[in-house]
């Protein structure tokens, strides 16, 4: 086992803990009673306990099966005080036999409902399960502890069981709500309706619910005729993506459901040129007639769906559209393949690094557009 790697995400890096860390815990966490409202324990309480409980992570990161990371974000928010902190992850109780561990975060309050617990929990678990191999992970929260829930939940997890007051902290009893992650093969098993993956990019069109049905030859097909192909050992895609600027700010749509912002896009019919499928998606997601600018970017990208759980292998095509007086007033009109409705969000190009977009190689080019169209291969070995 390879014990505690650093990992990074669109906004975050995970890093392994360092003695200067120990301040901050105290800070952030030990004087903080919101901090362990449903938890009822609090390491941090002194300065003592923060640098004794560092002390003994930094100790245990010779051991293979020890996981520990420190949450920093990569760019830090000019308003937020306490440098780069953001919180802690980890994972403990790894049980062998059972192929099982359970993973705990802690998320500073000042950031609360930023999407940090989710995109660094999604971070984790595709670091267990993927390249340490753990069948099962597990985590738990109190069932009042909404945020905690939805992060789990955003990540990829699945409400495994709930524990009628099976929770005690202190003079107060709450159930408790206890989720897994299971990946590849359990989760390989389930049939998932399609929708974005977990990893960055979209696993299904954000506008529509699909309809399967078989074409003559028994093969799965979409009633869309999208040209995406189910086979033993993956899925292959073929999407494009909307790249939206306007008075400076990025046109970007989210919803509940996952962690991660994304561009206006989705499949490529049959039959259909990647031009006319970017203006007809523009059309059917916000409302409005677009022209192409120019082409931005090919992408080719090698990945694991984190909600289909199988290989994803995506070609995309993305274009810069032009300016239009149309987008000054937009209703999005879409809604996932589950039906949560979508949101448009407009982001400043020198705040997107701040955010969680996705694809990430096409969210580290938006900030300085490239002069000439890229050809881009992504391989997700982590």
Same mark, same amino acid.
């Given at each position: ?18 003695? *200067? ?10 004087? &903080?009673?919101?901090? =362990? ?23 245990? #990161?010779?051991?293979?099966? =020890?996981?520990?990371? @420190?949450?920093?974000?990569? *760019? ?8 780069? =902190? ?5 994972? #403990?109780?790894? $049980? ?39 069948? !099962?992970?597990?985590?738990? !929260? ?10 789990? *939940?955003? +990540? ?18 709450? &159930? ?14 389930? &049939? ?13 069109? +954000? ?39 306007? $008075? ?21 019919? %049959? ?10 998606? @523009? ?5 409005? $007639?677009?022209?192409? $600018?120019?082409?931005?970017? %090919? ?23 032009? &300016? ?10 879409? @809604? ?8 448009? @969000? ?37």
């Amino acid at each position: 086992m390879n014990g505690t790697r650093e990992l990074e995400t669109g906004r975050l890096r995970l890093r392994r803990y360092r003695s *200067e860390d120990a301040p901050l815990l105290h800070q952030y966490f030990g004087t &903080d009673e919101k901090m =362990f409202e449903y938890s009822g324990w609090n390491p941090y309480a002194t300065p003592g306990m923060a640098a004794a409980s560092v002390s003994e992570f930094i100790d245990s #990161y010779d051991k293979p099966f =020890f996981y520990g990371w @420190v949450i920093e974000l990569k *760019e830090k928010p000019e308003n937020l005080p306490g440098a780069s =902190f953001a919180g802690t992850i980890g994972a #403990y109780e790894y $049980d062998p036999k059972a192929g099982t561990i359970e993973v705990g975060i802690s998320v500073r309050r000042g950031l609360w409902g930023k999407g940090i617990a989710g995109e660094s929990l999604l971070a984790v678990l595709r670091y267990l399960s993927r390249v340490e191999k753990i069948p !099962c992970i597990k985590a738990w !929260c109190a069932a009042p502890n909404i945020g905690s829930a939805k992060a789990m *939940e955003k +990540a990829g997890m699945q409400l495994a069981s709930t524990e009628p007051a099976g929770l005690k902290v202190g003079d107060k009893v709450y &159930d408790k709500l206890n989720y897994e992650y299971r990946f590849p093969e359990d989760s390989q098993k389930k &049939d998932r309706s399609e929708k974005r993956d977990g990893c960055g990019n979209q696993d299904g069109s +954000a506008i529509r619910n699909r309809i399967e049905n078989r074409d003559e030859s028994g093969k799965t097909a979409s009633a869309h005729t999208d040209l995406t192909f189910r086979m033993s050992r993956g899925t292959f895609n073929f999407r494009v993506g909307a790249i939206i600027i306007r $008075d400076g700010k990025l046109l970007l749509m989210h919803n509940e459901e996952e962690p991660y912002y994304y561009t206006v896009g989705g499949r490529v019919h %049959f039959n259909e040129t990647t031009e006319e499928t970017v203006i007809r998606e @523009v059309r059917e997601e916000i409302g409005v $007639d677009l022209e192409i $600018d120019r082409f931005l970017f %090919f992408q080719e990208q090698f990945f694991d769906g984190k909600v289909t759980g199988t290989h994803i292998h995506e070609l995309g095509v993305y274009y810069l559209m032009k &300016d239009s007086p149309a987008l000054e007033h937009l209703e999005c009109h879409s @809604v996932t393949a589950r039906g949560v409705a979508e949101e448009l @969000v407009w982001v400043p190009l020198e705040e997107t690094g701040s955010y969680y977009i996705v694809p990430e190689s096409i969210a580290a080019r938006l900030r300085s557009l490239p002069e000439h169209a890229e050809h881009i291969i992504e391989i997700d070995e982590r």
